[in-house]
């Protein structure tokens, strides 16, 4: 046997295990499971026609080629993206260490204490530096940051009066190109009318609900927005600024002119810039509009024993729970990257920004005083970093990449160059001679820094900023690094044990696949170089469409989304531009079943589409005779139906064909939700089952790391008719001669997180891949049949098998007194991470072990199960103190002196023989919710702060 296969490594169950695992559950072959769980008529013929699988070290050297293949130019485009220095302990210790980029979303607060603390740390930070009272824990990046601004303030609109009714939104010329796109891939569907031009030319109307202004502007000029903002307020008309961050450090914040809404991106706090991305887009407003937020808020509560502790606050009320009244579909965020964010700020602390900010302004003085010299005049009057300088950029050009460096190329007579704190006198000498050799002047050599300050007073930064402890504690490596090391240890992972999360995925990411993203041939690459400076990039971005097409059957894919769900958004608006390319402009009907994830119906409303919610029977299964009547009464309007695919209830509907049939003949389009398509690849596909687009969620099928709640990348999949309309982007054009604008700001969205599954597809090859789906069905059908006689299978398909996930039903338990949550806070004290709770179906948990994990773990996941199942047996309505109730235990409460509940010690920490092999401890007892929302701390203020808040 050659060992040496990737599968070997990405498959948890041996062969002899599978073989035990097929005994139990009554099957002679994986081939007779499929059989009976994969209807026929949707089975693929053929295997995936796709390139003999790679090894490890064939894979990581084929990469490496490629990487070489990347020109790496000292870039100062600017526009949103700027070379960073990611600080070595931080790549280290959390970018390169799984025991970061492997945690999901801490919606299990007692085991994601770590993570919390570290996005509270940069939400703090993003409220220092923008003078704003509240911050979310990252948006997907700076363009649908804005985005999501605007639709905030649409949202919020009709609270004032006045602007009931007010559709116009002004966008200021001096936007970035991408931002603008993306503003009007948004504005557009909901009926937003868009305005833009000089913001000190504009006449505040009635009719305006808000503005956006960008700080500084896109080509480096920094404006004084205090009467901009005046005006507006005096009007109503609410203005969000995109502000770069660094840039606030020197520049007055905009929470001081009284904007309500700040975004941008967070990138240059340490993060590569990877072609685009993933970086965290940050947002942040008033306390005011705390209910109306996208993204995920971190806060501060208690746990029962009333000890600090932090949750993802308003959890209820993330956007896309509200399904079609939501405003934003936003789930999946840019964690990771926010993570490190907060984590250059708490290392390089107040003054190591400050020092950082006047650094790069310093350099931006000193190269318009060398320029100026050369006779070359900067246009900029007031500015942080980016210069505007006046200059035939034909002739500059070619000299220019001829000395590998980029600057953004503005027209004939302009450009702009944009510096950043990778830059020092040598870099500013490079600069400059581009220019005395383009123009033949004579030498001139810099060596030293002009201390001028090109900051008018009246917009200079004069309050204080990052004065928590935290910023100002961990200074040195050794500090840092037991830092990261104490949130670490707070956080359950991958690298401890399974997490079955349903829906999710959280499958092996692989160290072969994560490597690459280290190297700088990879990541110090601008979005927006020429083509012929990426070809690397190139090659791994048109390979790993080509690879996804075969995988859906599709004929073209857009890499662009950077969720799933603006995946969904991109799909739809899709489906919406082939309508109106028919001249079916009318048609806007979007069906969609009761058991839809909530970004379903979030997303449909975003494209300008009504959602018709259609039923689903006692079985699970779409009620197709309530769809067909659905689809025929809006047949003239039907635009599309969304599906997930198997369910979100865990089964292959056999009637999949005839679902999307019925859709065609009623005039609608077809998009597969693909968060499932784990359960899909090589065995069928979105094409075959009649789908005419589908997302997939890269962080999920194909093996890029959750980070806590991101990256994701969100690429959807096309049939041939909807090719012309895949997204655009105004700077380096993307997609089909029929583009819609701009989904996300880069071109290519997160195209650094894209190596990961370029790796996973490549290293697995067909067999890897359609194996690995084979033993994802397996290891759900194994856990199924060892819970029997404990927990019920809410559903199954026709023979009884469950597809890649199941649903357990846990509401009977309720006469015990027992709740769904208990049993996922019990599941930590055996050192599990609970399953998904309450989706699709309340009063249920949703476990999808997939294919990484071996029999071993899946046994000790069941016996903990089963154990649970007994605990519940001797539970009673009228007595909460037991043992699940009181879950977690942690290592404070059973090593007190004190103890007097009616287990013991060992009952509750240490159950099962397995256990103290492996100990998990959660670092807070069970956290109060309600607390924490009625009493709403967002950022680390120091402890009293908050306490003192108890009404
Ligand atoms: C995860 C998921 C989504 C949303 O994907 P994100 O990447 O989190 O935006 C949509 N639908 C289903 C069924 C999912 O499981």
């Not at 031009?197 to 000029?221: C, M, R, V």
């Not at 190329?409 to 220019?435: A, P, Q």
């Not at 070809?535 to 662009?560: D, I, M, P, R, W």
Request: hydrophobic share 40%; aromatic share 8%.
């Amino acid at each position: 046997m050659n060992t040496n296969l990737f599968q070997l490594r990405h498959i948890g169950p041996r062969t002899n295990e599978q073989e035990t695992m097929l005994k139990t559950i009554s099957v002679d072959s994986l081939d007779q499971l499929i059989y009976e769980t994969i209807p026929d008529d949707i089975r693929l013929a053929s295997k995936l026609n796709l390139a003999p699988a790679m090894s490890e070290y064939e894979y990581l050297n084929h990469i490496n080629e490629l990487a070489a293949k990347n020109n790496v130019f000292k870039s100062y485009i600017g526009l949103g993206y700027h070379e960073a220095i990611v600080p070595s302990v931080i790549q280290r210790n959390i970018l390169e260490n799984p025991g970061w980029y492997t945690a999901y979303t801490p919606y299990q607060a007692e085991i994601a204490q770590g993570r919390l603390e570290a996005l509270l740390n940069y939400q703090t930070m993003v409220c220092d530096l923008t003078g704003m009272e509240l911050a979310n824990a990252s948006l997907l990046d700076e363009g649908t940051a804005a985005a999501e601004a605007m639709a905030l303030l649409f949202d919020v609109r009709e609270r004032a009066k006045k602007k009931a009714g007010a559709n116009k939104f002004f966008i200021s010329e001096e936007i970035l190109p991408q931002t603008l796109s993306v503003l009007q891939t948004r504005a557009i569907p909901i009926g937003i009318e868009l305005v833009i031009g000089d913001h000190t030319k504009f006449n505040f109307e009635d009719d305006f609900f808000g503005a956006i202004l960008q700080y500084p502007g896109k080509h480096g000029q920094v404006y004084n927005y205090a009467d901009f903002v005046t005006a507006a307020n005096e009007k109503d008309i609410k203005v969000a600024v995109a502000a770069d961050i660094l840039s606030l450090a020197k520049l007055k914040a905009p929470g001081e002119f009284g904007v309500d809404v700040v975004v941008g991106t967070t990138q240059r706090f340490g993060i590569p810039l990877g072609y685009g991305g993933p970086h965290a887009g940050y947002f942040a407003t008033k306390d005011e509009y705390k209910r109306s937020i996208p993204g995920r808020i971190i806060g501060v509560t208690k746990d029962v024993d009333g000890g600090r502790a932090l949750r993802m606050a308003l959890q209820t009320r993330e956007q896309h729970i509200k399904r079609e009244r939501a405003t934003s579909n936003i789930c999946t965020a840019q964690v990771l990257l926010a993570v490190m964010a907060g984590m250059y700020a708490v290392y390089h602390g107040k003054d190591g920004i400050e020092f950082i900010a006047n650094k790069v302004h310093t350099t931006a003085t000193t190269l318009a005083a060398s320029l100026n010299r050369l006779g070359f005049k900067n246009k900029n009057t007031s500015y942080f970093d980016t210069l505007l300088i006046e200059v035939e950029a034909d002739i500059l050009r070619p000299v220019a990449e001829n000395n590998k460096i980029n600057f953004n190329y503005i027209d004939k007579n302009h450009v702009s160059i944009s510096l950043n704190e990778t830059v020092g006198l040598g870099e500013i000498n490079d600069i400059v001679d581009c220019f005395e050799q383009a123009f033949n002047i004579k030498d001139i050599i810099v060596t030293e820094f002009v201390t001028e300050d090109a900051i008018p007073s009246a917009i200079k930064r004069n309050t204080s900023f990052l004065d928590n402890d935290v910023f100002n504690t961990y200074q040195s490596e050794t500090d840092m690094m037991r830092y990261i090391k104490k949130l670490e240890r707070k956080d359950l992972a991958l690298n401890h044990s399974m997490i079955s999360l349903g829906s999710c995925t959280m499958k092996l990411n692989a160290a072969s696949e994560m490597l690459p993203l280290s190297n700088p041939q990879w990541g110090n690459i601008h979005p927006f170089v020429p083509l012929n400076q990426a070809e690397g990039y190139q090659a791994v971005l048109k390979n790993l469409e080509h690879q996804l097409n075969v995988v859906t059957g599709f004929a073209a894919t857009s890499l662009q989304p950077n969720s799933g769900a603006q995946g969904e958004f991109a799909g739809l608006m899709v489906i919406r531009a082939y309508h109106q390319a028919n001249g079916d402009n009318h048609r806007n009907i979007c069906l969609i079943p009761a058991s839809a994830h909530g970004t379903n119906p979030a997303s449909a409303v975003m494209a300008g589409m009504k959602v018709v919610v259609t039923k689903t029977d006692e079985k699970g299964n779409i009620d197709v005779a309530d769809l067909r009547e659905k689809a025929e009464k809006h047949k003239d309007n039907l635009a599309a139906l969304m599906v997930t695919y198997p369910s979100t209830h865990g089964v292959y509907e056999k009637a999949i064909k005839e679902v999307t049939k019925i859709i065609h003949d009623n005039g609608g389009q077809v998009y597969m939700d693909g968060a499932n398509m784990n359960a899909q690849v090589g065995l069928t596909n979105p094409a075959t089952i009649g789908a005419d687009v589908c997302h997939l969620n890269l962080h999920k099928t194909f093996a890029i790391p959750h980070g806590g709640g991101g990256p994701g990348v969100g690429p959807i999949c096309v049939a041939p008719q909807l090719v012309p309309f895949l997204p655009t982007n105004p700077v380096v054009a993307t997609g089909g001669e029929n583009a819609i604008t701009a989904i996300s700001a880069a071109p290519w969205g997160s195209a650094l997180a894209c190596l990961i599954s370029y790796g996973y597809i490549t290293m697995l090859g067909a067999d890897g891949l359609t194996n690995s789906t084979k033993n994802a069905i397996l290891n759900a059908n194994y856990i199924k049949e060892r819970l029997q006689g404990h927990f019920s299978t809410l559903y199954t398909g026709e023979m009884g098998r469950a597809a890649h996930e199941m649903i357990l039903d846990c509401r009977a338990f309720k006469e015990k007194g027992i709740e769904v949550v208990d049993i996922a806070k019990r599941l930590m004290d055996y050192g599990f991470h609970a399953p998904t709770v309450s989706f699709p179906v309340a009063g249920t948990i949703m476990v999808e072990p997939t294919e990484s994990e071996s029999l071993a773990e899946l046994d000790r996941f069941c016996d903990a199960l089963i154990s649970i199942r007994k605990e519940i047996d001797t539970a009673t309505k009228d007595d909460t103190n037991n043992v699940l109730k009181n879950a977690p235990h942690t290592q404070e409460m059973l090593t007190s002196d004190v103890w007097n509940l009616p287990y013991t010690r060992k009952q509750a920490a240490f159950p099962l023989s397995y256990i103290a092999d492996n100990k998990f401890w959660p670092s807070v007892r069970r956290v109060d919710d309600a607390y924490g929302d009625r009493n709403l701390i967002c950022s680390c203020n120091p402890i009293e702060d908050y306490m003192e808040t108890e009404a």
